[in-house]
């Protein structure tokens, strides 16, 4: 089964919903993030063990605000 929503390498993209009857949405987005500043370094290097943190998290903000 081929997701949609990923590229070749995959990360998260936008597809064409052209089809699709239109939809009015509003989204409004606040947040805080607190870290440490190892954690921010290996995350922008990739060295975090689970995987690429920042491409779980805009899948789930896509996911999330489709959701609503």
Known sequence: MELTHFNEEGRSRMVDV?????????????????MKRETLEAIKQGAIKKGDVLAVAQVAGIMGAKNK
């Open 18 to 34: 052209g089809e699709k009857d239109d939809t009015k949405r509003v989204a409004i987005a606040r947040g805080y993030i607190k």
